[in-house]
């Protein structure tokens, strides 16, 4: 196991309904130390890589994306969620539409973070069914800029936004891949990497 599984399974609660409950170190109370060590294992990852931006998604995101970013010298941007129907001009626009909270949301980018000539590293917390990463890669994707590759904490494996980012061909490295989750027992099995 690598840091950050041991520390699931040290301090991460499985709760019914296949949520895997962080709160404590990573998404209400975040524990910096660890958060360092996760800024230094993507850039690890993601060495050689030209990277000039980082783009998250607020809220839970943002931690991680700062302290990553100070690895790799570069500017965080984070994409907004917006319930408003009328938005004007000079903004990228996604749909992201969210499982667990089921509701839909618009994230959006201003127009003028986000140029050809960039090479943005994604980042966020989970991945789950990948509808708030496929909003991000998209406002990437509207700003004509290039993925360079995207960096996650815990992706839940058993659900399906993994495999379809990767499918798609990008660069996705997941520092914890939880394959089973079980709430009556607490086990969590991690992927092999
Ligand atoms: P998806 O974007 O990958 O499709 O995820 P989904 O809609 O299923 O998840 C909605 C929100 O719940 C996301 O946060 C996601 O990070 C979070 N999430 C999904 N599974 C888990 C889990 O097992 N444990 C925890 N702690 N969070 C999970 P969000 O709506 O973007 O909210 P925010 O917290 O970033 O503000
Ligand atoms: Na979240
Ligand atoms: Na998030």
């Known amino acids: 196991m690598n840091f950050l ?33 996760i ?3 993507f850039k690890k990852r993601f060495e050689g890589t030209p990277i000039n931006k980082i783009l998250t998604i607020e809220a839970s ?12 010298d570069v500017p965080v941007i984070f994409a907004k969620k917006s319930k408003s129907i ?4 000079e903004v990228y626009v996604a749909e992201v539409e969210s499982f667990t909270h089921k509701c839909k949301n618009q994230v959006i980018v201003s127009k003028k973070f986000l140029n050809p000539d960039d090479n943005v590293l994604i980042i966020d917390d ?3 069914n990948g509808c708030a990463l496929q909003g991000l890669i998209s406002i990437v994707t509207s700003a004509g800029a290039n993925v360079a ?9 058993f659900q399906t936004g993994g495999q379809i980012i990767r499918n798609l061909g990008y660069h996705l490295e ?7 989750m079980d709430a009556a027992t607490g086990n969590i099995i991690f992927r092999e990497q």
């Open 61 to 72: 995101g943002i931690g991680i994306a700062c302290v990553a970013a100070r690895q790799f």
């Open 5 to 37: 599984e041991e520390r699931i399974v040290k301090d991460g609660i499985v709760k019914e309904g296949n949520v895997l409950k962080v709160d404590s170190f990573l998404n209400h109370q975040m524990d910096i130390r660890l958060f360092d060590q």
């Open 86 to 89: 009328n938005i004007e001009g």
């Open 149 to 157: 590759g995207i960096g996650i904490v815990i992706e839940k494996g």
């Open 174 to 180: 997941s520092l914890a891949i939880v394959d089973e």
């Open 39 to 41: 800024g230094e294992e």
């Open 126 to 128: 989970f991945l789950a």
